[in-house]
């Protein structure tokens, strides 16, 4: 494989880092204003998703096996490439008011860390994908340097995520001391004897504490509340979709791939060893974030409390501990991602005009600006999973596959999970109905001089084209559901 | 596209609405009835258009690809206007609507009620955009469960009607709204949370990838063993039968329907605790014979204490819409014990009740709601008792005689050949009930005639002179709009009333269907 294979294959990462350099060197010199940087980045992002269609069809392997390209990969980084544009148009109007170029160059190493961690084959490879993403989320979350919030947020951020680093580290080097091999693939086929070994258990254990961190589940959500509310806006709302995609997605491959040797062999004779320790996460993730976002009182906390909920929800639809499970996960994550974004949106269209984004700064939103609650209707009832809207079909398709590998899979308990996660999505509707209560029932406050400040056009476009993206998703699942069904097939059919 | 045309009119005029530039807000209540009219011209034609004779199935437009199990198409000739196609192809998921004589009936209701409702609603200023927006929401939710077969589908459109549920009680309502919108709300979900439960396990345990009712129901335990009938059922029925206002989870629909601004009262006893009782019927009765058999006498005995207990209750009330608030738990209690006879007698008139309950519950809440309240501003039945409303308000005090008239189950109205099918039923299948059940009747006329008495014929000298008499305004007149949704309501339980052959005979003829035949226990001795 000649230098030029491997540049066509990884244009889309090579694109974004050369994009990122630029818009650093351009935000020092003269030219370096706001606009002039979004649209450069944008460009960026534009060229990295347009490479991407100049992909071979076919799964390639690279740099000795620990980079894999081909249509899955691309269908993801698509969408990650995607999330990360709107956010950096959501940035412009945003809370950052110094240093813009670097914010922005941090989001873009933020992507290129995500879209690397979509190609990785190889613990070592996910390793570092992973911390080139953490680490520059790390930074985002902290921006604004003159909000204590803030850099309490990138605190709080970067010591969960360096104890769950450090964990996912640990357990990988476990996996690999007992199986010899940092291959995704070697792992799937290592003999009976080496997979069940209680060490191996031990790394499974420590590897998923690793990923839980990621995707905010209990024990590894304390992040989430703060980073939420107190980072930038538009960084909360990467950490909240295309961090949430990334992390999900490689999840979703390990389990399937890394860890596919180790069920139901030695110590874990009868039962697939990670499926337990998931489902204990799920039941306590959806138990926590559900009744804690009850008593919360600013919008961008109750998103993280049900951001942590919806991380249940996920990790129930791994626990089917199969591929049509875990294709329902990743139709899952995306629509949530999708969903989440709009409502970051909104949260920072009324933070520009109110100054905050507490429950009373919604009151009156029909009235002052009725595009906008109804967008932010359209998110939140997707969020509480309520038809027409994506969320709906997204839970739906979600708990069918978790019951369908409980009833033929060795945990039946896991109906109880899946009955428990039903109930407390109805208990969701409340506090996202609280919300929505601000928006369309509460009498718009007095005018004050917040109040006149003009919404951005470009956000409120993007902010629409996602709701609208929710709706249609939610009326015609098939659009999404059916070329991410053809692209893990051909993966599978490649690979397995 | 006939039934597709209802809950279609209902969706453009949303979109119209939203549409309409401020200054046209006015305009948006000409859109509702305009949209309200159209779905009831396509449901009345549909319902004459049904053919009870027909040996030829009606399929509108089938379009099927092959991957399918098992054969989608309704059973020919009871399920008529069919209209198949593939929703979500990957999951098995079709888009199926079709009707009998039960959802045609229905449907027509629907279509009464919602012009009814707009018309008592033509005085609304207040944000009347995104009021009738929310209004002809709920009314194309309905519209479609009435009409799907797909389960997928009718949950669909049963979750549309939770949500603008919320906003119109929260937003337009009275007395207590905030409280009593959240109560209703959280109770609908709840009982859509065992709803969705049941839908997936059925789902999953079914095995056959397909959620088309056709093939999933009437198979006895083909499908679903004994053993997940006998707890899929209850979880299913149950959640539906608490948008039926089933006793004890009930509490919801006397706060909900006294905070809810006139049409949406009207909406929700008149047609939304139907899609609890209709969908229990459809979906949750038909997929699990067995499990119904497990458990008929436990819901037939909730269903009793229903009547009883709706009745007694309303006989206590000081406050005239939680008076009629509580007679809905005593209808719908009808409904239910109708619903579990097994017997083609107690079945139809379990749906008649379901169409009568909800014209005359309707009618009861406009009266209530927006003739008496909207003009005195107090549904206390003490203060009303001096206001000589008779005399005041001619009009309204015809109206509600009529309706409550009709609530009594007196014969000539709908609620009388209603309520005396379902305890003809009853009495072969549950003589023991028929008792408490007949005690319910009698108090039922109790409460009426004790809130009708009191509101409109007190011997107001008297009453003036205990409680000090206190002069008040003229009451505005009666308006045209609202004498139209009156006299269209009244019509509606007079006409069935007198001639009932008109939605008994489709009705009954439905339950021929090898559907609906699963639900009939009684041996036919010919």
């Not at chain 1, 709302?237 to 999840?251: C, D, E, N, P």
Request: hydrophobic fraction near 60%; proline fraction near 5%; include cysteine.
């Amino acid at each position: 494989m000649n230098y030029l294979i491997l540049l066509q294959l990884l244009a889309p990462e090579a694109i974004l880092t050369v994009t990122a350099l630029l818009v650093l060197g351009v935000g020092f010199s003269a030219w370096g204003s706001r606009q002039v940087l979004v649209l450069l980045s944008l460009v960026g992002c534009f060229a990295a998703g347009a490479s991407l269609s100049f992909l071979p069809t076919a799964n390639i392997y690279m740099v000795g096996g620990m980079l894999a390209m081909g249509p899955l990969a691309a269908f993801f980084k698509g969408i990650l490439i995607g999330l990360a544009a709107v956010t950096i148009v959501f940035s412009r109007t945003g809370g950052v008011r110094t240093h813009f170029a670097e914010y922005l160059s941090l989001l873009l190493f933020a992507t290129v860390g995500m879209t690397l961690l979509i190609s990785s084959e190889e613990l070592l490879m996910i390793f570092v994908a992973l911390e080139l993403t953490s680490i520059s989320l790390y930074a985002l979350a902290a921006f604004r340097k003159e909000s204590r919030a803030s850099a309490e947020a990138g605190l709080k951020y970067f010591l969960v995520g360096g104890v769950s680093a450090a964990f996912l580290l640990f357990g990988l080097s476990l996996i690999y001391g007992v199986a010899g091999t940092t291959s995704l693939h070697a792992l799937a086929s290592i003999p009976p004897a080496l997979a069940g070994d209680p060490l191996m258990l031990a790394g499974i254990v420590l590897t998923l504490g690793g990923f839980a961190f990621k995707v905010a589940a209990v024990p590894f959500h304390l992040w989430a509340p703060d980073v939420y509310q107190g980072a930038p806006t538009s960084a909360a709302a990467f950490i909240a979709s295309g961090s949430k995609v990334a992390g999900v997605f490689i999840l979703a491959k390990m389990l399937a791939l890394g860890l596919a040797a180790t069920s139901g062999v030695g110590c874990m004779a009868g039962w697939t060893a990670w499926v337990p320790l998931l489902a204990i996460m799920a039941a306590a993730s959806v138990l926590l974030g559900n009744i804690a976002a009850l008593v919360q009182s600013n919008v961008a906390r109750i998103l993280a409390y049900s951001a942590i909920a919806h991380g249940g929800y996920m990790l129930i639809g791994f626990t089917s501990a199969s591929i049509p499970g875990f294709t329902a996960v990743l139709f899952y994550v995306i629509i949530y991602a999708i969903t989440t974004l709009g409502a970051f949106g909104i949260i920072s269209l009324v933070k520009t005009r109110r100054g905050s984004a507490n429950l009373r700064d919604f009151d009156g939103l029909a009235k002052t600006s009725p595009l906008v609650a109804i967008c932010l209707l359209v998110f939140l009832i997707s969020l509480a999973g309520i038809p027409p809207f994506a969320g709906f079909f997204g839970k739906f398709y979600l708990f069918a596959e978790a019951l369908k590998g409980a009833s033929a899979g060795p945990a039946p308990g896991i109906f109880w999970l899946v009955a428990a996660a039903i109930a407390l999505n109805a208990v969701s509707l409340y506090y996202y109905l609280i919300i929505l209560k601000h928006a369309f029932v509460m009498p718009a406050p007095a005018e004050t001089k917040h109040s006149q400040a003009p919404i951005s056009g470009d956000t409120l476009l993007l902010v629409i084209a996602l709701a609208a993206a929710v709706l249609l998703l939610g009326l015609f699942p098939g659009v999404l559901l059916e070329p991410l069904r053809a692209v893990i097939s051909n993966y599978l059919t490649t690979f397995l | 596209m006939m039934l597709n045309a209802t809950f279609l009119s209902a969706f453009v005029g949303v979109a119209l609405v939203l549409l309409l530039p401020e200054r046209f807000a006015k305009l948006s209540r000409w859109i509702a009835l305009v949209a309200s009219v159209v779905g009831f011209a396509c449901a009345v034609t549909a319902f004459f258009a049904y053919d009870q004779s027909a040996s030829a199935p009606h399929f509108e437009s089938v379009t099927l690809n092959a991957s399918f199990t098992y054969d989608q198409s309704p059973p020919a000739p009871h399920f008529q206007f069919v209209t198949l196609k593939p929703w979500i192809p990957a999951l098995g998921i079709s888009f199926l609507t079709a009707a009998d004589g039960i959802s045609l009936s229905l449907l027509v209701l629907t279509g009464i009620i919602a012009i009814a409702g707009v018309l008592f609603s033509w005085n609304v200023a207040f944000r009347q955009r995104a009021f009738f927006a929310f209004y002809l929401l709920i009314i194309a939710g309905v519209y479609g469960v009435f009409q799907s077969f797909d389960i997928f589908l009718l949950f669909v459109f049963y979750e549309i009607v939770i949500i603008p549920k919320y906003f119109l009680i929260a937003t337009w309502g009275s007395t207590n709204r905030e409280y009593g919108a959240m109560k209703l709300t959280i109770y609908s979900v709840a009982g859509s949370a065992l709803v969705l439960l049941a839908m997936v396990a059925t789902y999953v345990a079914s095995g056959a990838m397909t959620m088309n009712l056709f093939v999933l129901a009437g198979h006895g335990t083909t499908f679903f063993s004994p053993a997940f009938q006998s707890w899929a059922f209850p979880v299913m029925f149950l959640g539906f039968a608490v948008l039926a206002g089933i006793w004890p989870f009930h509490t919801w629909a006397p706060t909900g329907h006294v905070a809810a601004p006139t049409a949406v009262s009207m909406l929700l006893a008149g047609v939304v605790m139907k899609l609890g009782s209709y969908s229990a019927l459809r979906v949750a009765m038909t997929l699990f014979p067995q499990g119904l058999d497990q458990w008929r006498m436990p819901i037939a005995i909730l269903a009793t204490v229903g009547i009883l207990y709706g009745a007694l209750v309303a006989l206590a009330q000081k406050d005239l819409k939680f008076v009629v608030g509580y007679s809905s738990i005593n209808h719908m209690g009808f409904v239910l014990l109708g619903l579990v006879t097994l017997n083609t007698i107690g079945l139809s008139g379990a749906v008649l009740q379901m169409f009568s309950h909800g014209i005359i519950g309707g009618l009861l809440f406009a009266v209530v709601g927006r003739m008496i309240y909207d003009r005195t501003h107090t549904r206390d039945i003490g203060q009303l008792s001096t206001m000589r409303l008779a005399k005041a308000l001619p009009f309204a005090a015809l109206t509600f005689t009529v309706a409550s008239v009709a609530s009594m189950g007196l014969p000539g109205f709908s609620g009388f050949i209603a309520e005396f099918t379902i305890l003809g039923g009853a009495w072969k299948s549950f003589p023991l009930l028929l008792l408490p059940a007949g005690i319910g009747v009698v108090v039922t006329v109790g409460f009426t005639l004790r809130a009708w008495q009191r509101t409109f014929f007190a011997d107001a000298t008297q009453a003036a002179a205990h409680t000090g008499a206190h002069a008040h305004e003229p009451f505005a007149p009666i308006s045209l709009p609202e004498k139209l949704g009156a006299i269209l309501l009244m019509a509606a339980t007079l006409g069935v009333g007198l001639y009932p052959k008109v939605l008994l005979d489709p009705i009954v003829h439905s339950f021929g269907s090898p559907l609906m035949q699963t639900l009939i226990r009684e041996v036919v001795a010919k």
